[in-house]
């Protein structure tokens, strides 16, 4: 197969892919997460070399499962070697900034209807102290058993109930409703909630149902991690295509940033991630920033996030004085090095252009453009959770070594 | 007080507003509204020129109150005078096409906390076969007696529960989604639910929520009404600000086109309608169309719906093949008859610039340019329903009839 015919094909399964939320289950249940496994975002990474936030979200997690009673407690478990870090996305989830993911955590469940593939992510935590951001508190740990002992199972059942909510044309309104679905989810959480209701109040009841709504009414973001997951489902069906170019992960770990690409694989490319620029909130600076993390790029990978600015206003903010102009510039850029338009993702300031879509590693490396990715800040120590958003490049090193490899294949 | 002076305070006054939606109770209880009375859109008319889907709905309207037990019966009532015609806008209330209140309708109210006064409107039937676009049959009904029994009372118990839902910040946000809250609504009746929902599941139980959440999950225009009612409490605070020539409501009743101005208090000035021009459904046509029908203008008089045309790609699409640009053009020649820009409502397309609102007769008749109302469209026989959705002008008359009266005050 020609490099052409390959991209073509990767293309294809990118267009077509029909994610489709079907449940919510816990990880053990969904990916048969085993004891002592803790998922992490991004690309492997030992913990000494981790950052203070995803550190920090482990032991959280090692407290939430019970498996340490105390950060000391959990320190000394990761030192003596019981725990197993593994990337999400090689048991086919992702998980936002830190992306920690353990055995008793609910994950929604999606299919993509189009090649049957499966993919998972968190319920998103909310903003404020939570895991994700590398807050470890007792607040954040009993988010996390109220989203384990009941908001989970409620929404898994309001999801079963529901005989499943397809994603692509929610997603593709939510666009033209100004969410680009990474640093804003408003629209679709809004269509989200409004969709599953009237399964939701079929399967709630008091205090539970009551608890659930006011998350639901309360978090902007939620819609997030169904994103990461919809966009997960699709790129994951293009690993494998021989010859391709398409990029089909982007991902972080707060070290390094690897990408995954169609003709090589599960195999990550890797180079040190830079550190998003943006806004702070009152009291940080970019000082405090932490360097670049999480799943959540695998949605520019599907033409969503900083690759869909232009649809954004909301999101333009965070690139700074150019605004909306500056936000236009920046998805005409991401078509340079993208090989298709997304037929559903429309972008109204664009003439209903589709979104920039298929980052080619080939167009990467020949125009020195990188994608450009929106992000969540973390703060750099752990515990003190988010400090800002704002956007990030993806480092050109992982394009160069991806193409490299590509060529050793071929030749 | 001179001109200028007048209209900066009408201005002031449109722009404060603070539309906050508080309940939902009967016409009887909101509004006084006696055994007999009959409110309609648009300014005063008799029965013999009403148009056939205002009759029909009058007809369905006594029908439901028990008032009439047949069609014939209802005709008969009507004929023998024992039915008391009235706008809706005599009552502090708007509806939206035919318009069509009695005293058992649950009505939405809502305060205007910057001034102190309230106004109602109906609860939206959602589409097809519904009373104000003329339906009349027994399901037509039946959602009414629901409505009445069950919906309304149950959206009044959240309601008060919930403290009141302020619409001014919510509205804001849906013109950032791309609703102009005339012909699109999807994203402020997606974050109305979505901020209801807490109270709704803390007072609504079993068959009677699960019925209502379906209702609102499957209807794109619910708030509709409630950007009507939010206008009416808006713009009624302008009536009688002696010298201002500025716009406090437009109405249409499907024979006349009708303003109220702020220096001529509740005084109506009139002209023949237009008939709205745009896109048909399946085996209708222009010669379907019923002429301009509904108070929902007043969505128009605060800066929404076609005044913020350029705000709503997917009401663009009602324009016709100019799209995008076209909208643009017309929220541009909107400016032109307009004294300010609302801060709250902004629009992206253009800078964030804020709506046209504060509607000039002075420069209406100045310049030939007329408000354009985005509308759907009524079929011409009664009982047929909604036939289409466009754009229509309201009549050049109206304003000079207005201009006159004041230069007339004035001398």
Partial sequence: MTVRAANAEALRRLLAAEPVLTDCVSAVEAI??????????????????????????????????????????????????????????????????????????????????????????????????????????????????????????????????????????????????????????????????RALLPSLVREGTGAALERLTDFLAGNDQFFLNLAMAAAKAATDSLLGIPGSTVVAAMARNGAEFGIRVAGCGARWFTAPVNTPEGFFFPGFGPTDANPDLGDSAIVETLGLGGMAMAASPGAARFVGAGGVAEALRITEEMREITLGEHPYFRIPAQGDRGAPVGIDVRRVVTTGITPLINTGIAGRKAGVGQVGAGVVRAPFGCFTAALEALAADDG
Same sequence: chains 1, 2.
């Fill in 32 to 193: 048969g997460l085993e004891p002592g496994v803790v998922l992490h975002a991004g690309p492997p990474i030992g913990w000494q070399v981790m950052c203070a936030p995803v550190q920090g979200a482990i032991v959280g997690a090692l407290r939430y499962e019970g498996w340490a009673s105390s950060e000391a407690d959990a320190l000394e478990l990761v030192a003596r070697g019981g725990v197993r870090l593994e990337p999400c996305h090689h048991r086919g989830a992702v998980g936002p900034m830190a992306g920690i993911i353990t055995r008793s955590m609910p994950v929604f469940v999606l299919e993509n209807r189009a090649f049957g593939n499966r993919a998972c992510a968190t319920i998103n935590e909310g903003l404020g102290r939570v895991l994700r951001f590398g807050a470890n508190d007792e607040t954040v740990l009993a988010r996390l058993a109220w989203l384990r002992d009941e908001a989970g199972p409620l929404l898994g059942k309001a999801l079963r109930r529901s005989g499943g909510i397809e994603l692509r044309t929610l997603m593709a309104q939510a666009l033209q409703m100004g969410d680009e679905m990474h640093q804003r989810n408003v629209a679709a959480s809004s269509l989200f909630v």
